[in-house]
Nanobody, 126 residues
Framework: QVQLVESGGGLVQAGGSLSLSCAASGGTFSRYVMGWFRQGPGKEREFVAAISRFGLATYYTDSVKGRFTISKDNTKNTVMLQMNSLQPEETAVYYC???????????????????WGQGTQVTVSS
């Protein structure tokens, strides 16, 4: 069982940046595929980014490509999401997710991840 705790959310103006962090405990972190999802007000939870166990592969939803960067530090049991040029429509609760690698998965599917953090609020003002 792995526990995930997000931090780094807050209020930022449109065009600004935020860096989210997710600290993991309770498992062998290097075994985990990690992801970030978000859920805005009245919206479905959606995929944002994911990273493979050793950080060799990254995945992004199209709308954040070139602006967001996901990274993983297996020595610190941490996954980060650097978000630049944020827009008001990206206001959401951002969730960190994890899955112990046991074969190919669809990293963009929320059903692929059994472990979720409690979320951190990101609010982008216009």
């Amino acid at each position: 069982q792995v526990q995930l705790v997000e931090s780094g959310g807050g209020l930022v103006q449109a065009g600004g940046s935020l860096s989210l962090s997710c600290a993991a405990s309770g498992g062998t972190f290097s075994r985990y595929v990690m992801g970030w999802f978000r859920q805005g007000p009245g919206k479905e939870r959606e995929f944002v980014a994911a990273i493979s166990r050793f950080g060799l592969a990254t995945y992004y939803t199209d709308s954040v490509k070139g602006r967001f960067t996901i990274s993983k530090d297996n020595t610190k049991n941490t996954v980060m999401l650097q978000m630049n040029s944020l827009q008001p429509e990206e206001t959401a609760v951002y969730y960190c997710t994890a899955r112990s690698y046991d074969g190919p998965i669809d990293p963009q599917s929320k059903d692929a991840y059994p472990y979720w953090g409690q979320g951190t609020q990101v609010t982008v003002s216009s």
